[in-house]
T-cell receptor, first 114, second 113 residues
Framework: DTAVSQTPKYLVTQMGNDKSIKCEQNLGHDTMYWYKQDSKKFLKIMFS???????INETVPNRFSPKSPDKAHLNLHINSLELGDSAVYFCASSQPDRATYEQYFGPGTRLTVT | KNQVEQSPQSLIILEGKNCTLQCNYTVSPFSNLRWYKQDTGRGPVSLTIMTFSENTKSNGRYTATLDADTKQSSLHITASQLSDSASYIC????????????FGSGTRLLVRP
């Protein structure tokens, strides 16, 4: 009964490949997010979807394309992977009907591009 | 520029001791400030959330303070346990963009027996 789950947990791939990371939440939340945590441990938001609609799209290369088939799922597809894409990617969800809504994070996917 | 800075970068303490972690922010307009705990290999987990009007909040052995005038927050951990070893991240939310959180780089705490 994991609240926010991600697959895979580890992903090792070569430059130029295309890969996807999947995220699912069973909290009934309307909003989901993708974050990137770099080697310096900063978490930076990449995308956010509210009820399958894109609401945040930070300055992210268009090689990254999020897809939300329904409000419980938010997948991240990455084309033409580069070395700099190596990081830990976190999915999160929240119910933003209160000012101090809580964000619940998944366990992360460690992507290594070689 | 909206930034969140934390100190120290890392900290080692003995089990049973107390410690205090610091957070300074320049985020404006301010909405709320959160402290997250991130265990190695796991996602962040919320410890406390404070709005502008709150200046202290406790969660068990964790007590967070907020001074919205000086834009400073602290997280005090009492009677530390080995399981407190983790990164502690200060996160600030802007009033005009509640979906978007601004994260500090965290303080890495190691509690030794």
């Amino acid at each position: 009964d994991t609240a926010v789950s991600q697959t895979p947990k580890y992903l090792v791939t070569q430059m130029g490949n295309d890969k996807s990371i999947k995220c699912e939440q069973n909290l009934g939340h309307d909003t989901m997010y993708w974050y990137k945590q770099d080697s310096k441990k900063f978490l930076k938001i990449m995308f956010s979807y509210n009820n399958k609609e894109l609401i945040i799209n930070e300055t992210v290369p268009n090689r990254f394309s999020p897809k939300s088939p329904d409000k419980a799922h938010l997948n991240l597809h990455i084309n033409s992977l580069e070395l700099g894409d190596s990081a830990v990617y976190f999915c999160a969800s929240s119910q933003p009907d209160r000012a101090t809504y809580e964000q619940y994070f998944g366990p992360g996917t460690r992507l290594t591009v070689t | 520029k909206n930034q969140v800075e934390q100190s120290p970068q890392s900290l080692i303490i003995l089990e049973g001791k107390n410690c205090t972690l610091q957070c300074n922010y320049t985020v404006s307009p301010f909405s709320n400030l959160r402290w997250y705990k991130q265990d190695t290999g796991r996602g962040p987990v919320s410890l406390t959330i404070m709005t502008f009007s709150e200046n202290t909040k406790s969660n068990g052995r964790y007590t967070a303070t907020l001074d919205a005038d000086t834009k400073q927050s602290s997280l005090h951990i009492t009677a530390s346990q080995l399981s407190d070893s983790a990164s502690y991240i200060c996160v600030v939310s802007r009033m005009d963009s509640s979906y978007k959180l601004i994260f500090g780089s965290g303080t890495r705490l190691l509690v030794r027996p």
